[in-house]
Every structure is written in structure tokens, then in C-alpha cells.
């Protein structure tokens, strides 16, 4: 296991884990309209019991669902799966009302201030 003193404050711990989610975007294409439409909902943290009763189908349809979408994105985990949906919002949302797109601010804002 590498200390953090070995890497520095700045190894990004994508780097250090030799894995980067976004990697996985492009598997967005392979997806049917319904699987985009579980991602999205994956993004929101949701139980498969929540899934399902959201999408109006049974629970095991749900877990079929999120098996294949995380082998199509080449993801290892549905917790995987779930930070690409919240990194491919903008893709896969279709509502133009909605709140959340565009919603994370540029990254300079979130820096911590130096005071
Ligand atoms: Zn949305």
C-alpha cells in the first residue's frame, strides 16, 4: 500500500487507482432507452425496492437492469455505475425543466478558500 507522504497531496486518487469512471461514458451508446432511464435514477442513490417502484416493475427486473448496465458501461459496481450517471446527467436526462442541468459549478468555486 503506498503511504500518502509517497504520492503527495496533489495524486489524484483516480490516478493512484489506475481507474477513472469516466472511462465508462462511452458505454452510454450501448444502452436501450430503458436501461438509460435506470442509470438515471441510479444516479439518485435509490434501493432497487425504490427503483422499482418508480419504474413500476419488480424488483428482480431492476437488479436484471443494473447488472447489464454496469457490465455495458464496464463498471465493476452499481456504486460505479452511479457516479457515471451523475457524471452523464446532462446525456441522459431528456427533461428540459430540470433543475440539475448544468447545476455543478466550475470547479475553481469549489476549491476550499484560503482564509
Ligand atoms: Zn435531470
Redo the contacts with the bound molecule.
Keep these: 500500500m503506498t503511504k500518502r507522504s509517497d504520492t503527495g497531496n496533489t495524486a489524484c486518487a483516480y490516478r493512484r487507482a489506475g481507474t477513472d469512471p469516466v472511462h465508462g461514458i462511452w458505454g452510454l451508446k450501448r444502452l436501450t432507452e430503458r436501461e438509460r432511464e435506470v442509470l438515471?435514477l441510479l444516479g439518485t442513490g435509490l434501493g432497487n425496492r425504490e427503483l422499482a417502484r418508480e419504474l413500476g416493475i419488480a424488483e428482480r427486473t431492476v437488479k436484471a437492469h443494473v447488472a447489464r448496465i454496469v457490465e455495458k458501461l464496464g463498471q465493476q459496481t452499481r456504486l460505479q455505475a452511479a457516479v457515471l450517471s451523475v457524471l452523464a446527467?446532462d446525456a441522459l436526462?431528456a427533461?428540459p425543466r430540470?433543475p440539475?442541468?448544468h447545476a455543478v459549478p466550475p470547479a475553481a468555486l469549489l476549491r476550499p478558500s484560503a482564509a
Design positions: 438515471l446527467h436526462c427533461d430540470c440539475r442541468r
